[in-house]
C-alpha cells in the first residue's frame, strides 16, 4: 500500500500505525505521529488502521530552544 510519510511517497505492507513505525526503525521514545493533521496518541497505535494514500507526519522530539 502506498502511504505518504512527511510529503514523500512511501510504500508499505504495513497494516498499524505500530508496525509501519517499526519498519521505518522509529522504535525509541520521542516521536509523535500526525495523520490527517490529527495526533494519534501512542497508546493507539497498534490498534491504528492505515488506508491507502494516508497522509501521516511524523516528528522526532528535540531538546533546546
Known sequence: MK???NN???ETSASH???????LGFLSI???VAVQGLLVPRSE???FQLSQDMR???IKAACGG
Open 17 to 23: 500505525l505500530s508496525d509501519l513505525m517499526t519498519q
Open 30 to 32: 520521542g516521536y509523535a
Open 3 to 5: 502511504v505518504f510519510i
Open 8 to 10: 514523500n511517497e512511501v
Open 45 to 47: 497505535w497498534k490498534t
Open 56 to 58: 501521516l507526519t511524523i
